[in-house]
């Protein structure tokens, strides 16, 4: 029930709310065929004063502000939006209210920056409803499209106003239209970083295990050597990739174990090309020697991480590379496996997981809130911020890590990640406060992506 209301106020922030034109009055609710007759829905106050923003600038009252910068909450702030941006922020008292300002109340609720999930796949979905292998050689492009413009959707509206999505996993350069149309405000999604197709090495990847005559369409854009991996860097480039996947191992070991793929030097020519297009680079890596070998080729994200140990982490650290740990999509294959958790004893994969955790917060290393959304249900992001608290970390740490530590990291700083005047207004409001009860998080009740309501209060 919830949900039909607020799909019906996405559809019409949709209809009347993101349109980029620049008309000077904005169509009223009453006009679109959509939502006529309007009588028996509840209000939808933000609605008609929002075309692309509000004409009027937004002065947010929420019980609390979390900056996303000072692991403290803010008792007592509002926060003053004026078209996409935040103008203003800080106490009630010392915030100027200009007379035209649209008050939104956020009861007992805490406001806090749009959260900023850095490993998604927005073109899978969980394992458990269709392997993996399934998803890549039996679903078409179409039908990928389709399930991902509701995973965009269902991100944004729990919170999560920002997307790093790591590869389309078999659904080619779709992820490149995907951030086209949520930028024309066609369908409502998080801002998106895309990396198109995963780099693999030759042989590396999947589906595998057909017969050897059998060529199999890949999973990702397979490459050996500095000739194929420039080309293959640079054509990633001119289809719209903004950062760089690439896999620095992968599980092809004589037992199935992850073994690494590409050379140091490969990875060195990857990085290279890609940062001579100002292109960063992501690796995927669960053995140590794979993550050992990214973070000495100059990649700035280790994904996942599981082989790490101190050491490791040390030099990441040292080397500036942060670490996207996706504790969640460990636990959903655990799961998906047959554990029960909260029943059986944790798996051995889960322990790993626990003590590469602890080592890596020990370490110092920065740890980019990533969850690998699309092991499991989008929507669900939330999971790995819990799990950040459960396995040893502050909630503040978590929402720190999930807002202004990802944009650093993302290179979005300058415009995101904090609740800060002249960032652009992804603001999230939810109810209780997330930095005492990280669980918090899953109750949002407002979502805003620059200065746009998608999701409000009711009033
Ligand atoms: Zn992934």
Redesign the pocket.
């Known amino acids: 029930m919830i949900r039909g209301t607020l799909l019906t106020l996405s559809l019409l922030l949709v209809a009347t709310g993101c349109d980029r034109s620049n008309s000077a009055k904005p169509p009223r609710i009453e006009t679109d065929p959509a939502t006529s007759p309007a009588a028996d829905k509840p209000p939808l106050a933000l609605v008609d004063t929002a075309p692309k923003h509000a004409d009027k600038p937004l002065l947010l009252k929420p019980a609390r502000v979390f900056d996303g910068i000072n692991t403290a909450p803010h008792e007592g702030w509002v926060v003053l939006v004026r078209g996409e941006k935040i103008e203003a922020a800080g106490p009630a008292d010392q915030i100027k209210t200009p007379d035209d300002a649209q008050v939104i109340n956020l009861p007992g609720m805490t406001l806090l920056p749009g959260l900023i999930e850095a490993?998604s796949?927005l073109f899978l979905h969980p394992y458990n409803e269709t392997p993996w292998d399934d998803q890549v050689l039996r679903e078409s492009p179409a039908l990928r499209v389709a399930r991902a413009t509701n995973h965009a959707r269902d991100s944004l509206l729990a919170g999560f106003t920002t997307l790093r999505d790591?590869?389309t996993e078999g659904a080619g350069d779709a992820d490149v239209g995907m951030k086209q149309a949520i930028d024309q405000g066609i369908i409502i999604g998080p801002r998106l970083i895309v990396v198109t197709r995963a780099i693999v090495a030759t042989g590396s990847y999947g589906p595998k295990g057909f017969a050897p005559h059998v060529r199999v369409p890949q999973g990702a854009d397979e490459a050996s050597g500095a000739e194929a991996l420039r080309r293959v860097v640079r054509e990633q480039i001119a289809r719209g990739a903004d950062w760089i996947k690439v896999y620095a191992d992968y599980y092809w070991g004589p037992e199935r174990e992850a073994r690494p793929t590409f050379s140091l030097e490969e990875l060195q020519v990857i990085v290279a090309t890609a940062r001579d297009a100002g292109r960063p680079v992501s690796a995927?890596a669960t053995s140590h020697e794979g993550a050992k070998r990214a973070t000495l080729a100059g990649v700035e994200t280790v994904?996942h991480g599981d082989g790490g140990d101190a050491a490791l982490f040390k030099l990441m650290a040292e080397k500036g590379v942060a670490l996207c740990p996706t504790l969640a999509a460990t636990e959903a294959i655990q799961q998906y496996r047959g554990w029960k958790k909260g029943a059986d004893p944790e798996p051995p994969a889960v322990k790993s997981k626990r003590a590469a955790f602890k080592a890596a917060l020990d370490s110092g290393v920065t740890i980019a809130a990533g969850s690998?959304v699309g092991v499991f249900s989008h929507g669900d992001e939330a999971r790995e911020l819990e799990l950040m608290v459960d396995y040893g970390m502050k909630p503040a740490d978590a929402l720190r890590s999930a807002t202004s530590v990802n944009a650093k990291v993302l290179h979005l700083n300058a415009k995101i990640g904090a609740v800060k005047p002249g960032l652009l207004a992804d603001l999230i409001a939810v109810e209780g406060d997330p930095t005492r009860e990280i669980a918090a998080v899953r109750r949002v009740k407002m979502v805003m992506k620059g200065g746009v309501v998608h999701r409000a209060p009711r009033p």
């Open positions: 490993h796949h790591l590869g995927h994904e690998d």
